[in-house]
């Protein structure tokens, strides 16, 4: 049922993904040079509506995930949880088992509900949440651990491997940027997944162990409360953390203007001035927000070029091809109208009547330059019956310039004249009538 589960999103999200990638777009990004992220491992920055990679440093390779396991954890939380928040986890010493790092303090007998775990786990990061959860929902760590690793690999994630939902350190348990970003944008399609990590706290009610509790987000881009100078409004969600081998990892939302970001910086280190995964998160989004945008470059309905309509009995006859949609494009924000350049590619230089409203006849590019941004389908929005007559010589006179009629005629020229040639060998070996004279 799980693994039913598990196809069945993955089937969802390939069906919500947003546009397929314009590899060309890159030329057009490499004219407006990115932040420095020579403090990180690996970066990765995603535009969801253009399903453009805006930039990518190392991301193939292999790396220890640090907290980002959490991503991954909480969105498998967050599918086998629906419909069951409310429900109440009596806790016990085996879920608290190997639970280490940063924890809350849970109590064996506490009752908890499967909403207090979520947030205490995947908005504050408390690793004995997630064990609690993992035990509640799968039934043991090693089956929550599995699930995790099936829809990594239902993902494409191919270099990933967990062996906990919590990000300890484990030298077997590896993955990639690349990997890291699949399993993120699956995230970001889950409502659920990214209320819990964009809250700013939560407030977990008493339990009969335990008196009210105030769980803040541990993540930086979206909260105060761990660590000041951060904090950036377009970001929302995913997570943030580090350990010693894996270092400093933030994964987050960003979205102004209705542009949306994936920035992923993983393997980034510290000082006494900075967590670099979170200077350059910052650096990057206000990079990305500030230098590119998305416009609207054609209207649908929009005119490009004419196009010839014959036999339809009027003489010289030309309609409009136009946009049949509207053509939105990423491009940087210091573009102008002038820098833009439309054309046409039509499937035929003319068409023949009857023509229909709404008939494709080719594809309408947006250039940037030489760089191709988008198309959409070139259209006609009128109708057009055909002339009898003329539609009647026009197959006449496809009709004798065609190959068969050729080859028709050729066939009878050669018959022809084997029929006059066989005629006159015929009477040309008669024996010839007249008078002649007998011997005596």
Known sequence: MKKAILLFFCALLMLCSILPAH???????ALVPPPDTS???????YHLESGTEILTKNVDTVCFPASTVKIASGLIACRLCDGRLDERIYITDAMLAGADGRVMSLKSGEAVTVKDMLYAGFCSGYNDAICVLAHALCGSMEAFVEEMNAFAALLGAAQTFYTNPTGLHDAAMVTTAADTAKIALAASQNALFMQVTSAVKYIM????????RTLHNRNSLVSTYYGIGYFNASCKGMNAGSTDEGGWCTVTLAEREGDRYLCLVMGADEDENYIYSYKITNDLVKWACNSFATRQVLEAGEATIKIPVENTGLFGLEIDVCTKDALTVYLPRGASDEDLTVRCH?????????VRAGQEVGVITVYYGDVPLGSVPAVITEDHGRNPILHGISLLS??????????????AVVLIGAYFL????GISMRPRRGKYTRRR
């Open 23 to 29: 590899a060309a777009v890159s030329d057009v990004i």
């Open 39 to 45: 403090r990180a491992a690996s970066v990765y920055v």
């Open 205 to 212: 009610p008493p339990t009969n162990l335990s008196p009210e």
């Open 346 to 354: 039509l499937n035929q230089t003319s068409l023949q009547a009857p």
């Open 398 to 411: 496809d009709y004798v310039t065609s190959r068969a009629f050729v080859a028709s005629a050729a066939c």
């Open 422 to 425: 066989y005629v006159y060998s």
